[in-house]
């Protein structure tokens, strides 16, 4: 478990990538909904449940109610903007 001592406030989008694949935790290849909580942890932000939500309808394109490497993107700036509007 590697959730605290991450001190470092912004990520790159490189890094986030990494962080999200590396969230994957039954290796199917998608981030579903509690994968993505827990990234979002990783990454700072302590999201509710309901946050994860709006993320992953944002970025869900094509509905199956997880994200693929294609959708990666979308989420990213998805946590891109929420970090701006933390500040
Ligand atoms: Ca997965
Ligand atoms: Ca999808």
Known sequence: MACHGVSKLHFSREEMKEIFREHDIDGDGYL???ELIKAMGFLGHSIPFYKAHYGM???DENGD????E???D???DYVEKFQYNKR
């Not at 109610?65 to 693929?68: D, E």
């Open 32 to 34: 579903s909904i509690s």
């Open 74 to 76: 979308k989420l990213i």
């Open 57 to 59: 309808a944002y970025s």
């Open 65 to 68: 109610g997880f994200i693929s």
């Open 70 to 72: 294609d959708e990666l």
